[in-house]
């Protein structure tokens, strides 16, 4: 299998600006001009993964546009780099397609799809220097010295390292190292870019600064870019649409307001958000929804009495004089803003405020939001109601 390896284990990948996948928030400056972008289009077809007995993915569809930056979003084990693994090639499909400018490519060989990879684990040459691992996929397919250099020094200089070339990789920062991979994987201008959590390996600081950066670059070059995460806050800053994994289905895509505003079901709704949404269980009939023995007005309306749950994010709750009966189990103090954990029959819920509030351990409140702050869930589906 021909894929220079780059930054976990095989390498090839890049071309120009992003898609304009959420029209409201994207400028125009961010639509690709067709007859200049070199990026590909990608379609996922029915893909089924089983190792043995055990299935892995069922029945993945999924349209990524050209130019797009698109996030495969999960917790561990629910398929999103399993799917990214066959994009690049490096997994065999049990069935479906694979299809890249609408040419068939799901029995090419990783080295025939014209991609590169980025993994978590960078995996540089450590005996070469910074400028040789750059350059060592172009080595491999026999290009000119010259040009070599030529292109090595222009992704260098893309990713901010072209002071580094002489060094070698122990001689380099975590992020500096990062760089180094994703410059040896832009350095052949490929038309898709994979990326396998590239910046977990990176502290906090870092990891926000490069992710902006990433980001910025993606634009600029215009290329098809699919980056796998779990780190939900990273993903709704990246991303232009997301396909959000579970248990080795997709289980929502969308931009990431989308998702954000109108998550389709209680799994994707507890999962998105910085603390995660509140979900209750109460008992819906008309304007109103009853939990633990509370009622609340909700802006949907039943005509019969069901069973749902109920999801508020922590910013659309406050302290009330009425509404739902609470007790205050602490207060998380996070500088410009205070988390107040409270239990709301028996199930712990999260209000976030830059108002810090005067509570004790142990106080009884009341917390309230307006009726159209209510998600409602069908409690024996988990799926979005309206």
Known sequence: MNIPIFGGHQEDLWPQ?????????????????????????????????????????????????????????????????????????????????????????????????????VFQSYALYPHM??????????????????????????????????????????QLSGGQQQRVALARAIVRQPRLFLLDEPLSNLDAKLRLETRLELKRLQRSLGVTTVYVTHDQEEAMTLADRIAVFMDGRIVQ??????????PLSIDVAAFIGTPPMNLLAGEWE?????????????????????????????NDLRLADGGLRARVEGVEELGDSVIVDLVVDERL??????????????????VAFAPEDAHLFDAESGARIG
Do not use: W
């Open 17 to 117: 600006p992003f898609a304009d996948t959420d029209v409201e928030l994207a400028p125009d400056s961010a639509t690709p001009d067709p007859a200049r972008v070199g990026s590909a289009s990608v379609c996922i077809q029915g893909v089924v993964k089983q190792h043995g007995a055990t299935t892995v993915l069922y029945g993945i569809e999924l349209a990524i546009k050209p130019g797009e930056f698109f996030v495969l979003l999960g917790p561990s084990g629910s398929g999103k780099t399993t799917t990214l693994r066959i994009l690049a090639g490096l997994e065999a499909v049990s069935a479906g397609r694979v299809l890249m400018d609408g040419a068939d490519v799901t029995t090419k060989e990783p080295g025939d799809r014209d991609v590169a990879m």
């Open 129 to 170: 220097t910074v400028e040789h691992n750059i350059g060592f996929p172009l080595k491999m397919v026999g290009m000119a010295k010259d040009e070599i250099a030529r292109l090595v020094a222009g992704a260098a200089t893309k990713v901010g390292i072209g002071h580094l070339l002489q060094r070698t990789p122990g």
């Open 253 to 262: 895509v969308g931009s990431p307001r989308q998702i954000f505003a109108r």
């Open 286 to 314: 008309g304007h109103a929804v009853t939990v633990g023995g509370s009622t609340v007005a909700v802006a949907a309306v039943s005509e019969t009495s069901r069973d749902v749950v109920v999801g508020v994010r922590p």
């Open 349 to 366: 819920v999260k209000l976030k405020t830059d108002r810090p509030p005067m509570l004790r351990e142990g106080e009884a409140v009341f």
